[in-house]
């Protein structure tokens, strides 16, 4: 059973560029977060969705920023016209489904770490 | 929002001694609150968790204890090894919540 899959490991990007990050859930989980990781500092929510839904986007800037998760694929993390403070950690954690017993427990990625230059 | 703090920043120990680490948290409805373990350039792996309705749990060398009156819970790892070095978050998760908010972290030392 693999794993929260994510690609690419590691983004490198020019100012101005667009930066798209991926996740693929665990097995039979519906549920997809994304959090950001800046240097030496704990893990920041930016956006909670099921397939086809966002549901909770509270975390994550209203400008460059959105996210999807669609019912074919991956969830797909997109930034664009990145700027230096984009550079950071990005982890994506997935859960089971809602009436099982686990639904609170979030499983996470290897990450994607973004370097803008 | 949630609101949780995390103490210390940095711990260090010898071999074989415990270690020790606090979080608090502010939303009193909070009611799921896992611990994960970051060693360097690595993903957060979940150790323990623990629900509301349970005041301490234990496996192996890791135990968690929650005070709900206190809002405020604890990692407790006994008998440390080197493979245990690495940076530790607590988390809280409201009740009618999705999102997991983190303390900042604490970097465990275990010296050989």
């Known amino acids: 059973n693999a794993g929260v899959m994510q690609n690419p490991r590691h983004l490198v990007r020019r100012r101005g560029q667009e930066a798209r990050l991926r996740c693929s859930p665990m097995?039979?989980?519906?549920?997809v977060y994304w959090y950001r990781q800046l240097p030496e500092e704990g893990l920041k929510f930016m956006v909670y969705?099921?397939?086809?839904?966002?549901?909770?986007e509270s975390g994550m800037p209203k400008e460059r920023f959105s996210a999807e998760f669609p019912k074919e694929g991956p969830s797909i993390l997109r930034i664009q016209q990145v700027v230096r403070g984009d550079s950071a950690a990005y982890f994506c954690a997935s859960s089971p489904p809602f009436g099982t017993a686990s639904t609170d427990t979030q499983y996470f990625g290897p990450g994607t770490r973004l370097t803008v230059l | 929002g949630e609101n949780v703090e995390q103490h210390p920043s940095t711990l260090s120990v010898q071999e074989g001694d415990s270690a020790v680490i606090k979080c608090t948290y502010s939303?009193?409805?909070?009611?799921?609150f896992p611990w994960y373990k970051q060693e360097l350039g690595k993903r957060p792996q979940l150790i323990i968790d623990?629900?509301?309705?349970?005041g301490e749990k234990k496996d192996q060398r890791i135990a968690v204890t929650l005070n709900k009156t206190a809002k405020h819970f604890s990692l407790h790892i006994t008998e440390t090894q080197p493979e245990d070095s690495a940076v530790y978050f607590c988390?809280?998760?409201?009740?009618?919540?999705?999102?997991?908010?983190f303390g900042a972290g604490t970097t465990v030392t275990v010296r050989a």
């Open positions: 988390a809280a998760k409201g009740l009618n919540d999705y999102k997991l908010s």
């Open positions: 969705l099921q397939k086809e839904n966002i549901i909770d």
């Open positions: 097995k039979g989980h519906s549920h």
């Open positions: 939303d009193s409805a909070s009611n799921y």
């Open positions: 623990i629900r509301s309705n349970v």
